[in-house]
């Protein structure tokens, strides 16, 4: 029997019409002859009232710090109960269906509870499930360790349960439902001219992922593209076919090319720039080495890094700056940190040894008069620091430049 995985995020699964539509999305597949495995995030968003943080607020309204084991068993509770409210929809319309926790589908995890990584999936109860002619949901989010404990995956924890699942159970595909009709150029909000991609492949997804774009999880899409597994972007509230995601080949009639030279933007804003500066060799007299050590030590995280004999730069984020002037002012050093900055960037497989790129992305900010601070890239990104008050004309500017309209 061929199966697939559909995942539902909250704001589908939050209303009463929204999961009125995922039963119509589940009973399409059904018709159609698939063995269907469903995943579901908590509904809504903080303040709803079985949301993920609406359920951390209320533990922490009685004592504000709450230890990683028992967050976890808390965290877990709004997927569990989204999960027996979808099983009751589908059996509203007639379809029959059971609910399954992480750990009773077989997401086997390690122990770092809060951001747990899954080491093994044991699917047989979903198979059994499947072959009964049941749908089978699944609380997206969590697992269980050997040992019994209850572990969440982190951010994004439902699109990288539902990846795996799809591994495990080599489905046909693994459709992502939201709120928005596929993967944009750009984030509409920002720039209203974007539209939709029809196909993407895996790389470049990751990278518009890591690069700030939020419809779907990075270690959703790796896993995926280490399985082979297509994934598909979809809405709940519409048909449209959304985004499919592969790794370059041919599915269906869909040719996946990875020629354009760029296929969308990504970008992230309050960030802030660190510069350090010295008369001496900072690689000889081990000052990087501290300063970097010093960071990660304090749990800050660095991006857009460049490295110098007499230089040093790199972003964080604005709400870590005191936290990075506490760590490295005891140093001594020649510190510059500024806030008021965003990160833009291009995204597309074509550009790998595409001479030009760059040229054609300062030509388009240089026409609205926007300055490039910093710059980073890969073999398929180019991201450059703008002023926060320049992110937005930017984003417009560079989707103009490279015709994704």
């Avoid at 965290?75 to 399954?100: D, P, R, W, Y």
């Avoid at 995926?224 to 599915?251: H, K, Q, V, W, Y």
């Avoid at 007499?310 to 002037?325: C, Q, R």
Wanted: proline fraction near 3%.
């Amino acid at each position: 029997m061929q199966v697939i995985v559909q995942k539902f995020g909250g704001t589908s699964v939050a209303t009463q019409e929204g999961r009125e539509n995922v039963a119509r999305k589940v009973k399409e597949a059904v018709n159609n002859g698939y063995g269907v495995v469903v995943v579901v995030s908590a509904m809504g968003r903080n303040g709803d009232p079985y949301a993920t943080d609406t359920l951390i607020g209320l533990a922490r309204n009685v004592l504000k710090q709450i230890k990683p084991r028992e967050l976890d068993l808390l965290m877990s509770c709004g997927e569990n109960i989204s999960t027996v409210v979808t099983v009751q929809t589908l059996k509203s319309h007639g379809i029959e269906a059971a609910a399954f926790t992480g750990g009773q589908a077989g997401i086997i995890t390690d122990h770092h509870f809060n951001n747990a990584r899954i080491i093994e999936i044991k699917p047989d109860n979903l198979w059994k499930c499947i072959e009964s002619g049941k749908v089978a949901v699944v609380a997206g989010f969590q697992g269980i360790t050997t040992d019994g404990e209850v572990t969440t995956l982190g951010r994004g924890g439902s699109d990288t349960s539902a990846s795996a699942l799809g591994v495990a159970i080599h489905a046909e595909v693994v459709e992502i439902y939201t709120d928005v009709d596929g993967i944009m150029t750009a984030d509409p909000r920002l720039v209203p001219q974007a539209k939709p991609l029809p196909v993407m492949t895996y790389n470049e997804v990751c990278e518009m992922a890591h690069l700030g774009a939020k419809v779907v999880h990075p270690r959703a899409v790796e896993i995926a593209m280490e399985g082979r597994i297509p994934l598909r972007i979809r809405s709940t509230f519409s048909n449209s076919l959304g985004t499919l995601i592969s790794d370059g080949t041919s599915i269906g009639n869909i040719e996946i090319r990875g020629d354009k030279i760029v296929t969308g933007l990504a970008h992230i804003g309050e960030m802030a720039l660190v510069k350090l500066d010295s008369a001496e060799d900072l690689n000889k007299s081990g000052v990087i080495l501290k300063v970097f050590q010093a960071l990660a030590g304090s749990g800050i995280s660095v991006d857009m890094i460049q490295v110098a004999p007499f230089h040093v730069g790199f972003i964080i984020k604005e709400d870590l700056v005191e936290k990075a002037k506490e760590v490295l002012s005891p140093m001594k050093l020649d510190l510059l940190i500024e806030k008021g900055y965003a990160r833009v960037a291009i995204i597309g497989s074509g550009m790998r040894g595409v001479p030009g790129v760059m040229a054609r992305m300062v030509r388009g900010l240089q026409k609205k008069q926007i300055s490039i601070f910093h710059s980073t890239d890969s073999h398929i990104n180019i991201a450059c620091l703008v002023k926060q008050d320049d992110m937005c004309e930017a984003l417009q500017a560079l989707h103009e430049e490279f015709e994704l309209a």
